[in-house]
């Protein structure tokens, strides 16, 4: 699979949760989360072209989609992905809970979603 594949497989499985999760379906939920999870480790996988492909969401037009590619690109784009997550937290809504989150674990210093 391409590295553009990737990134799009990885964004419709996010938005494809974020609605489960608005419908209460988490199963669903589950399930999406689990094939965006498996995109994002194959991105991984090819090193730092991986991360770059990724971070093309930063500026996707969905708030969730680019949140979520933030909260795993912050080592590798801090200063982008800080901005991203700093104004998804101000938005509110589902992807706000995730963004605060992720500021607080980078600020404490446990944030561990890219440990390479």
Do not use: C
């Amino acid at each position: 699979m391409s590295l553009e594949e990737l990134v799009e497989r990885f964004a419709q499985h996010v938005a494809a949760q974020t609605e489960a999760i608005r419908r209460g379906d988490a199963k669903t939920g589950n399930k999406h989360a689990k094939q965006y999870t498996a995109a994002l480790l194959e991105l991984r996988a090819r090193g730092n072209a991986g991360r770059d492909a990724l971070a093309v969401l930063l500026k996707h037009p969905q708030t969730d989609v680019r949140s979520m590619a933030a909260a795993f690109l912050l080592r590798y784009r801090t200063t982008e992905a800080r901005a991203v997550l700093e104004a998804t937290a101000k938005e509110g809504g589902v992807a706000a809970i995730g963004a605060i989150m992720t500021l607080r674990r980078w600020d404490d210093g446990t944030w561990a979603l890219d440990p390479e």
